[in-house]
C-alpha cells in the first residue's frame, strides 16, 4: 500500500507542481513544489491571506520588495493584497506548505506583476 494519499487537486504549471490537500470552506492546503532555478509570478491575492512553511530545500521569498530566506521550518506570513514571489534558487527542489485563509479561494484571486512564463494576469 502506497504512503502517497490521493490529492484533491494538482497542476504543473511552469515553475514545478502544487497539490491540494485540503479544501474546505475558509481555508485551503496546498504543497507547493518549485523546481531548481524556477520562481512563480510576481504576485497578489486580494481575497485570502496565506502562510507559507518550508518543508524541504531552500527557497527565495520576496515580499513587498524585502527578500526572506526560508529554510526548512522557517516560515512566512503573505497578508491579503501584499505582493510575494518565491525563487527556488539551489539545485534541489524547494517545497512548502501553503495554508490559504479567506472567503474566496479560486485559483482566479490573483493579480500577476511580473511573470518570466507568458502567464497573462488573472483576477
Known sequence: MSSEREFLETATP????WEVML???GYKVKRITVDPGQQLSYQ??????????????????????KEHILVVGDSIDVPAGMLHR?????SAPFI???????????EDDIVRIENHYGRASGG
Do not use: C, M
Open 14 to 17: 511552469p515553475w514545478g507542481k
Open 23 to 25: 479544501d474546505q470552506p
Open 44 to 65: 497578489k491575492h486580494t481575497q485570502r491571506r496565506e502562510h507559507w512553511v518550508a518543508v524541504l530545500g531552500e527557497g527565495l521569498v520576496l515580499l513587498e520588495g
Open 86 to 90: 518565491v525563487t527556488n534558487p539551489g
Open 96 to 106: 512548502f506548505i501553503e495554508v490559504q485563509i479567506g472567503s474566496y479561494l479560486g
